[in-house]
């Protein structure tokens, strides 16, 4: 599991705040991936970066910005979140974005809004 | 568009005793397919896939998924359950001449009595 690190593992803000959520990989992979998953539902895909260029937004609220500088690092930046909006938020990698590659995930953090 | 379905919430097993975790799937070309387990409080971690070749797929910690194109199943099963094995399963497919998303099912809760 410590390929694929996140921070911070738990995050609680109010609906007026601004936070970042980190994520890392030290797997040497091309692609990276934002998920967010609830309670009683299927992951949801939100964003998919491939060699730092965002490839994929799934009709995601703007109130989610990600951000990747390089191919280790990839970001979310969240202002304005609804209660709704509680989660787990999962970043995943994998070693490109072809069908075949299996993505290797973090631990997560889970994220309160209050 | 392609889906996945896993038909059990949640499966009970006694340990030593084969475990089978059901999933079902439906594209409209060729399927990747994958398994992955997520224990409480973690990331999911990658445990096998099939791409093509053998249908019978073995993975980490002596789990195998049999690939049935005709029933468009993928179970995965382990010979004789642990109590470490309680946690959640989720299947996942993706169709190989596709930049689509990878798409999970809902997850199955496997519990392992000792």
């Known amino acids: 599991e410590t390929g694929v690190t996140q921070t911070p593992r738990h995050l609680v803000m109010g609906m007026t705040n601004k936070k970042s959520l980190k994520c890392e990989q030290h797997l040497g992979h091309n692609a990276m991936y934002w998920y967010k998953q609830s309670a009683k539902k299927p992951l949801e895909l939100m964003f998919v970066?491939?060699?730092?260029?965002?490839?994929e937004n799934n009709s995601v609220p703007s109130r989610f910005s990600p951000e990747c500088p390089n191919s280790s690092h990839l970001f979310l930046h969240l202002h304005t979140l609804q209660p709704e909006d509680s989660a787990l938020y999962l970043c995943?990698?994998?070693?490109?974005?072809?069908?075949?590659?299996?993505?290797?995930f973090g631990p997560g953090t889970r994220l309160t809004v209050t | 568009a392609q889906s996945v379905a896993q038909p059990e919430d949640q499966v009970n097993v006694a340990e030593g005793n084969p475990l089978t975790v059901k999933c079902t799937y439906s594209v409209s070309g060729n399927p990747y397919l994958f398994w992955y387990v997520q224990y409480p409080n973690r990331g999911l971690q990658f445990l096998l896939k099939y791409i093509t070749g053998d249908n019978l797929v073995k993975g980490s910690y002596g789990f195998e998924a049999e690939f049935n194109k005709s029933q468009t199943s993928f179970h995965l099963k382990k010979p004789s359950a642990l109590v470490s094995d309680s946690a959640l399963y989720f299947c996942?497919?993706?169709?190989?001449?596709?930049?689509?998303?990878?798409?999970f099912g809902a997850g199955t809760q496997v519990v392992v009595t000792p």
């Open positions: 995943a990698s994998s070693q490109a974005r072809g069908p075949g590659y299996e993505q290797y």
């Open positions: 970066y491939s060699l730092e260029e965002r490839v």
């Open positions: 996942a497919v993706r169709e190989t001449d596709s930049w689509g998303k990878l798409q």
